[in-house]
T-cell receptor, first 112, second 110 residues
Framework: DAEITQSPRHKITETGRQVTLACHQT?????MFWYRQDLGHGLRLIHY???????NKGEVSDGYSVSRSNTEDLPLTLESAASSQTSVYFC???????????FGPGTRLTVL | RKEVEQDPGPFNVPEGATVAFNCTYS??????FFWYRQDCRKEPKLLMS???SGNEDGRFTAQLNRASQYISLLIRDSKLSDSATYLC???????????FGTGTSLTVIP
């Protein structure tokens, strides 16, 4: 069955370190998204991609970057982790804009 | 102003009760609307899309009111398994961004 996976599921890191969160989907979806979820804010869009070599900034993109070298993967990089980036990160994919987004299981990141 | 506003609850209802959630949105040009369900420490999953004419899926009914810019979710005959957080979702007018509400917490009590 097609699926979307994230790794690691849990990560503890220190302020200033570079961190990369992986997202892999086997739906063959062109559209992929990264969100963060924090209490009181709901899910907020960090970056999204409509296809290979395409990336776009979302609502809360500062301090984050993504790259899309193939259809299946959209890794999210925190260039220099900050305590404010402690959150739960969800990756999602969809077949097309307006369509249902399928979410991965999430990565719980703690920055000390 | 937030794109999407939801009453966070919590809603605590007995089994068999009917419960309704509302959600308002600010962009009148929004194109698509959804309700997602999120269980504790899990990922959101689509519950149902919301169509202009309203739609029903078993015990769940979704309504869209474009004039007043709100969507609603009605759950009839609540089950213990309905306990979760319900997220309303509104897309941008181009469809390239989903805006999530903060979620409404529902607990169904035996």
């Amino acid at each position: 069955d097609a699926e979307i996976t994230q790794s690691p599921r849990h990560k503890i890191t220190e302020t200033g370190r570079q961190v990369t969160l992986a997202c892999h989907q086997t739906w063959n979806h062109n559209n992929m998204f990264w969100y963060r979820q924090d209490l009181g804010h709901g899910l907020r869009l960090i970056h999204y991609s409509y296809g290979v070599q395409d990336t776009n900034k979302g609502e809360v993109s500062d301090g984050y970057s993504v790259s899309r070298s193939n259809t299946e993967d959209l890794p999210l990089t925190l260039e220099s982790a900050a305590s404010s980036q402690t959150s739960v990160y969800f990756c999602a994919s969809s077949e097309a804009p307006y369509n249902e987004q399928f979410f991965g299981p999430g990565t719980r990141l703690t920055v000390l | 102003r937030k794109e999407v506003e939801q009453d966070p609850g919590p809603f605590n209802v007995p089994e068999g009760a009917t419960v309704a959630f509302n959600c308002t949105y600010s962009n009148s040009a929004s194109q698509s609307f959804f309700w997602y369900r999120q269980d504790c420490r899990k990922e959101p999953k689509l519950l149902m899309s919301v169509y202009s004419s309203g739609n029903e899926d078993g015990r769940f009914t979704a309504q869209l009111n474009r004039a007043s810019q709100y969507i609603s979710l009605l759950i009839r005959d609540s089950k213990l398994s309905d306990s979760a957080t319900y997220l309303c979702v509104v897309t941008s007018n181009t469809g390239n961004q989903f805006y999530f509400g903060t979620g409404t917490s529902l607990t169904v009590i035996p």
